[in-house]
């Protein structure tokens, strides 16, 4: 890292999970090794549907405070969005904060659509030729960056806005974009993060690629990351939010600091849409070492995309391999909350920094007999492992070939 160059640290984590909705209550579901994903009866409506498996967030109560007037712009990816950074906000101790009106906040915030109901209101115009259902509101609700600009538009945001849309990596990739804007200058906070609902898009699109679990008689079986037996993903959904100051700026106010973002590295295939390549795999992670200043034997453990598809899990983990030259600790969140899509990023961001200062890393579910075409790892299993480290790395994979590699220190370094 350059001495020009600011440094960026997480003061502020707040989400919305299949698992719960504070560290406490999340770790000791890991630690119970309690799964999110469910048999979804609202599934059955749907005929020749293989799967009937999802993972939705736990219940939760939307803030008094949010009216009517306030929410008809939000559809239920925004709504998500909106509380997991306020619960940031408030984390950080910046709710009500003048500077998130000064122009030097801004918002990185991604998913991978917007919100289902919303489309289906404008697809239905060339089906009906009926405007019905379709409001004032429909079109923000549909955008993709529905969650970015509904943050702003609560907490008065007059700084940049960096919308992420990039499927799996949506979160990260914010994330990112959010630590190298604050890193050259242009912000000096960021809420950052990413959010996913649950709708029959996506589920639909794995099922017909055969990429959908089907052990609909056992969710608590499925997924597999990286596991002989496995049959696919689980969809989920939740969002997440991080927020993100410079270090100085931070340390004058007296915040908390949990962690300092140290590296980020991005790249894309450029070959084909949905199958992964290795090498640009490879690249992501080693841009981010790179960025950090640090070397692989650093990482003491790696947050995996592990989404339990037999390509995304053998690409991976080789490209992990390569990287690494080592059987270096690595565990699949995705295993107890199903993927989440434009949030996992931001997700598989939150609980690792936290394991990172608990010194406590939850393993990878249902993964009984690691499969042996996969590459040799450290893969955590069991009751999870207890590793001393101050670096941690998290990797996201998406479709349309796009990669992601973030790097967390532990504070204080």
């Known amino acids: 890292?350059?001495?020009?160059?600011?440094?960026?640290?997480?003061?502020?984590?707040?989400?919305?999970?299949?698992?719960g909705h504070d560290w406490p209550s999340i770790r000791a579901r890991l630690q119970a090794r309690r799964s999110g994903v469910a048999y979804l009866t609202e599934l059955d409506r749907y005929q020749s549907l293989s799967t009937r498996l999802g993972a939705r967030v736990e219940k939760f109560e939307v803030p008094a405070h949010y009216t009517r007037k306030l929410t008809r712009s939000m559809g239920?990816?925004?709504?998500?969005?909106?509380?997991?950074?306020?619960?940031?906000?408030?984390?950080?101790?910046?709710?009500?904060?003048?500077?998130?009106?000064?122009?030097?906040?801004?918002?990185?915030?991604?998913?991978?659509?917007?919100?289902?109901?919303?489309?289906?209101?404008?697809?239905?115009?060339d089906v009906f030729y009926k405007v019905r259902g379709v409001t004032s509101n429909t079109?923000?609700?549909?955008?993709?960056?529905?969650?970015?600009?509904?943050?702003?538009?609560?907490?008065?945001?007059?700084?940049?806005?960096?919308?992420?849309?990039?499927?799996?990596t949506s979160g990260s990739q914010a994330i990112g974009f959010a630590y190298e804007t604050i890193k050259h200058g242009q912000q000096t906070v960021m809420i950052a993060g990413g959010g996913e609902e649950f709708s029959i898009g996506p589920v639909a699109m794995f099922d017909t690629m055969y990429g959908a679990s089907?052990?609909?008689?056992?969710?608590?079986?499925?997924?597999?990351?990286?596991?002989?037996?496995?049959?696919g993903l689980v969809l989920g959904?939740?969002?997440?939010?991080?927020?993100?100051?410079?270090?100085?700026?931070?340390?004058a106010r007296g915040a908390r600091i949990y962690a300092e973002v140290a590296g980020f590295g991005t790249s894309s295939d450029g070959a084909h849409l949905t199958q992964p390549r290795t090498d640009t795999m490879v690249q992501a992670m080693r841009l981010a070492l790179e960025d950090a200043g640090v070397a692989a034997a650093e990482i003491g453990y790696v947050s995996a995309h592990g989404t339990a598809t037999g390509p995304g899990d053998l690409a991976e983990s080789l490209a992990t391999r390569e990287v690494f030259g080592r059987a270096v600790p690595i565990s699949s969140l995705k295993s107890y909350f199903g993927h989440t899509l434009g949030a996992c990023g931001a997700l598989e961001s939150w609980l690792p920094i936290e394991m990172m200062r608990e010194g406590w890393f939850a393993p990878t579910l249902n993964l009984d007999n690691p499969d042996p075409r996969c590459a040799e790892l450290d893969y955590l299993s069991g009751d999870g492992r207890r590793i001393d480290t101050a670096l941690i790395m998290n990797n996201n994979f998406a479709f349309g070939g796009i990669n992601t590699s973030l790097i967390f220190r532990r504070w204080p370094a």
Not at 91 to 115: E, N, P, V, Y
Not at 155 to 166: D, N
């Open 214 to 231: 089907t052990r609909n008689d056992a969710p608590h079986t499925t997924p597999r990351p990286f596991d002989r037996d496995r049959d």
């Open 1 to 19: 890292m350059q001495s020009s160059m600011r440094r960026v640290v997480v003061t502020g984590m707040g989400g919305l999970t299949a698992l």
């Open 139 to 168: 079109y923000v609700q549909m955008m993709s960056h529905t969650g970015a600009v509904n943050i702003g538009m609560l907490f008065g945001i007059t700084g940049r806005v960096i919308p992420c849309s990039s499927a799996c």
């Open 237 to 251: 959904e939740g969002a997440v939010t991080l927020i993100l100051e410079e270090l100085e700026y931070a340390r």
């Open 76 to 125: 239920p990816v925004a709504l998500m969005s909106v509380i997991s950074a306020e619960r940031a906000l408030q984390d950080a101790g910046l709710l009500g904060d003048a500077i998130l009106k000064s122009g030097r906040t801004g918002i990185a915030h991604g998913a991978s659509a917007g919100s289902a109901q919303a489309v289906v209101a404008f697809g239905s115009l």
